[in-house]
């Protein structure tokens, strides 16, 4: 897969859904998902203005990469991607679809492993994460809330997706 922000259909068919308009995702998202997104967006968030700035969401992404990589090789492997967990696996879970997020996990690190060698470098994730940030920052701000990730960034709004009901 190329670094080139194409998606696998089930996370179009997810970004699509959650992208349709703001009223639609909060009437449609149940309270865990929107519980999980808020607290995402709050770590994010770390000057406490309720938005996120790019550089935010830089030192943010480039954080958590960090924590996943248990090896302390640089870089992330397709095991160590799976071990971490963003919030949304108990919501999962608690739904019966454990093993369909599971899937969905193993998705989200295809798409950031752009060149497919089955390590996602900090390069491939922020050149991902720089996209994401772009297409949730939808009024050309600088800035982002967690209802703007949730329907702008396909990874969020591929982990939203698998844990919600409506997800098969």
Same mark, same amino acid.
Do not use: Y
């Given at each position: 897969m190329s670094n080139d922000f194409?998606? $696998?259909p089930s996370w179009l068919a997810a970004a699509v859904l959650l992208g349709l308009s703001g009223a639609a995702f909060a009437q449609e998202t149940s309270p865990?998902?929107?519980d999980v997104m808020n607290r995402i967006a709050e770590v994010y968030d770390q000057d406490g203005d309720d938005r996120i #700035?790019?550089?935010? @969401? $830089?030192? @943010?992404?480039r954080t958590a990469w960090r924590s996943m990589d248990t090896n302390g090789q640089g870089a992330v492997n397709k095991e160590e991607f799976m071990k971490w967990d963003p919030g949304f696996s108990f919501v999962a879970a608690e739904r019966?679809?454990?093993d369909s997020f599971t899937k969905l996990k193993e998705d989200i690190f295809d798409y950031w492993d752009s060149d497919d060698d089955g390590i996602a470098t900090t390069?491939?994730?922020m050149a991902?994460?720089?996209q994401e940030f772009k297409n949730s920052d939808t009024d050309g701000d600088g800035y982002v809330t967690g209802k703007d990730l949730a329907a702008g #960034?396909?990874? @969020?709004?591929?982990f939203i997706f698998g844990a919600s009901p409506a997800a098969k």
């Open positions: 194409q998606l $696998r865990p998902e929107i #700035s790019l550089d935010e @969401f $830089r030192e @943010f992404t019966g679809k454990a390069d491939e994730v991902n994460a720089e #960034s396909p990874t @969020f709004a591929a």
